[in-house]
């Protein structure tokens, strides 16, 4: 835990005048109550390792938020705070990366982000229904974020209790077949069922996910909504990590030159 002294010196640099762009990682703050100054003149502010709590108290305040991105984030009501309304009236770019995706608090952040035009959700979630649900999304940001132009998400589906099949992957796929997704935002997603470990890999395209293991035993059904699929180049498109499983390649197949 962060001495006061420490977060004293902390709170002096974000009331600095100067300060436009933050990346603060909270993991060593280890507590709920944060010291933010109530006002500030940051634009881009990106916060890692932080809790719904904290971030609450921090938007609360005075601010000039352009672009926020909360990365490995609780999204867990775990204080049970009450989920007021607030306004980012400049806010024009919001990011979860790399958190656990609640449906309810996704909602809530939506509902004073009014703004926004570029959306990303990265993430995971152990119930299937927690995220696309009848039309839910569709209708939230039809509703909320009429100033949307990119929305991009990779989000891993995987749950020990639900047996996913075929019906489930379908069905995400015909809400995107709509033409919110097509014609508004130009939204082409690709939904891949892993059979090996019961999990779908819903995402965009192209796929913000740059990382990539691959092995032919890999029990993988895969659906797009783009008509011309080609499942490898796409997915391959932006990869920079890549791993193989050398044994289950077909050496008669590679022509090396």
Request: charged content about 20%; proline content about 1%.
């Amino acid at each position: 835990m962060l001495n006061q002294s420490t977060i004293l010196i902390l709170y002096q640099i974000l009331s600095k005048e100067t300060l436009r762009e933050v990346h603060l990682d909270m993991r060593s703050y280890q507590n709920d109550f944060i010291q933010w100054p109530q006002t500030s003149n940051i634009k881009y502010l990106t916060l890692i390792h932080s809790n719904l709590y904290q971030f609450v108290q921090i938007i609360e305040k005075s601010n000039k938020y352009k672009s926020v991105t909360l990365k490995n984030f609780t999204m867990k009501n775990l204080n049970k705070i009450p989920l007021k309304s607030f306004h980012l009236k400049q806010l024009k770019s919001f990011k979860i990366e790399d958190s656990e995706l609640i449906m309810e608090i996704i909602q809530w952040f939506i509902s004073f982000m009014s703004d926004i035009v570029y959306f990303k959700l990265d993430g995971f979630t152990n119930i299937i229904e927690n995220i696309f649900k009848n039309d839910q999304l569709e209708n939230l940001f039809e509703k909320k974020l009429k100033n949307l132009i990119t929305f991009q998400f990779f989000i891993r589906f995987s749950s020990n209790e639900t047996l996913i099949n075929n019906t489930i992957i379908d069905s995400f796929i015909q809400q995107f077949k709509k033409s919110y997704w097509i014609t508004n935002l130009n939204c082409f997603i690709n939904c891949d069922f892993i059979k090996n470990c019961n999990e779908i890999h819903l995402y965009s395209l192209p796929c913000l996910n740059n990382s990539f293991k691959y092995s032919d035993k890999l029990n993988m059904i895969s659906l797009s909504t783009l008509s011309s699929m080609n499942y490898l180049n796409q997915r391959f498109y932006y990869i920079n990590q890549l791993e193989l499983n050398l044994s289950d390649l077909d050496t008669k197949s590679i022509n090396l030159k």
